[in-house]
């Protein structure tokens, strides 16, 4: 099981940035992808997942209406839409996979992760 997240740079506040998670070695029908990040200093926090089985979304309050999680099971592709970037939401972003079981965004119920992409938002 491999995943691979792309995608960050930096960007004005404001801007807007598409990652994308690759995964190999699996099927994304039997997990749960999540996306994560993590800033200087604080520890990793979910932002939003997706259920490879059933495309059930969740999505952490703070991430509601400023993110969208999208999956293309075919092409094996987790794409995490951000908008309205604010230097507060300065990190690596990490995507994970869990079992489909495990559905959620605590960080603990992820079994493989990928190397994050870093974001960073000027002012």
């Known amino acids: 099981v491999q995943l691979q997240a792309s995608g960050g740079g930096l960007v004005q506040s404001g801007g807007s940035l598409r990652l994308s998670c690759t995964a190999s070695?699996?099927?994304?029908?039997?997990?749960?992808i999540g996306w994560f990040r993590q800033a200087p200093g604080k520890g990793r926090e979910g932002v939003a997942c997706?259920?490879?089985?059933?495309?059930?979304?969740y999505y952490d309050d703070s991430a509601k209406g400023q993110s969208t999680i999208v999956s293309d099971n075919a092409k094996k592709m987790v794409y995490l839409l951000l908008r309205k970037l604010r230097p507060e939401d300065t990190a690596v972003y990490y995507c994970?996979?869990?079992?489909?079981?495990?559905?959620?965004?605590?960080?603990?119920?992820?079994?493989?992760w990928g190397r994050g992409t870093q974001v960073t938002v000027s002012s």
């Open positions: 997706i259920s490879g089985r059933n495309g059930m979304l």
């Open positions: 070695g699996f099927s994304l029908e039997s997990y749960a």
């Open positions: 994970a996979a869990a079992p489909i079981s495990r559905f959620g965004l605590n960080p603990g119920e992820y079994d493989y």
